[in-house]
């Protein structure tokens, strides 16, 4: 099972958000939330969750039930903002039935193997796990000799850091340590990591995509990224 968190505004994409919730923007001819859908339905997720607030009707009337991707969705509402963290405590008697689920950002598109990060969760006995990818940087990077431009690099993944992928396996435990209010980076993971109790499992790039979508530059280029590589995933796993 998958909970996707899709209720925030998308404020960097205004206007593009003002009548449309950012989970529905198109990359390379689709919704975010559709490529979601089919990346982890290669990997085997036929059950999601999507936590809903803003514009809530409207992914509501797109994804439906989840019959025309092939899978079952259903929906958490939110009233108010409660921020990621606040939007998993809303779901927690989802949570708290399941061993473990994946928790994915609403504004990603990859095609990560979500099974090695679940596995390093079940291994270490954590209670959350992030899927950790290289940081990608906004700029050329040089390499100089004394003065002399000895290489270019231009956007490249620097793999001396590693960032949060929005992608978590997490445990039932972790609604103890859910506010009913707040995001999750700033309060739920930080207190895991000082409690030794959250785990990073490491993804290349490539072999693997891995894009964030924030900005109007973003759905260009992971456009016409995806659409050279002939789509993020297969239309059927094997």
């Known amino acids: 099972m998958a909970l996707i968190l899709a209720g925030g505004y998308g404020k960097r994409l205004r206007p593009l958000t003002e009548h449309k919730p950012k989970p529905l923007l198109e990359v390379a001819g689709k919704p975010v939330l559709v490529h979601q ?20 009707e409207r992914i509501i ?14 929906y958490v509402v939110e009233d108010k903002p409660l921020g990621t963290a606040g939007a998993l405590w809303n779901a927690r008697h989802i949570i708290e039935k399941e061993n473990l689920v994946l928790v994915v950002n609403g504004d990603i598109v990859t095609n990560i193997d979500p099974d090695p990060l679940v596995r390093l969760v079940r291994e270490r006995e954590a ?4 899927a ?4 990608r940087s906004p700029y050329g990077i040089l390499k100089l000799d004394d003065g002399n431009v000895t290489g270019f690099r231009e956007k490249p993944f620097i793999y001396d850091y590693w960032i949060n992928g929005g992608l978590y ?31 990073a499992a490491r993804y290349e790039i490539p072999p693997f995509y891995w894009r964030s979508i924030d900005t109007f530059k973003d759905i260009e280029e992971a456009s016409k990224e995806i659409e050279d590589m002939g789509g993020l995933v297969p239309p059927q796993k094997g």
Do not use: C, H, N
């Open 132 to 135: 950790a990818v290289p940081l």
């Open 61 to 74: 009337e797109e994804m439906g039930s989840g019959a025309k991707f092939g899978v079952k969705i259903t």
């Open 37 to 56: 859908i089919e990346w982890l339905r290669y990997y085997g997720v036929e059950e999601f969750v999507l936590l809903v607030g803003y514009l809530k």
């Open 169 to 199: 396996a997490v445990s039932k435990e972790i609604v103890k340590y859910l506010p009913q209010q707040g995001d999750i980076e700033k309060t739920t993971f930080p207190q895991l990591a000082s409690d030794g109790k959250l785990v």
């Open 127 to 130: 209670v959350a796990g992030i």
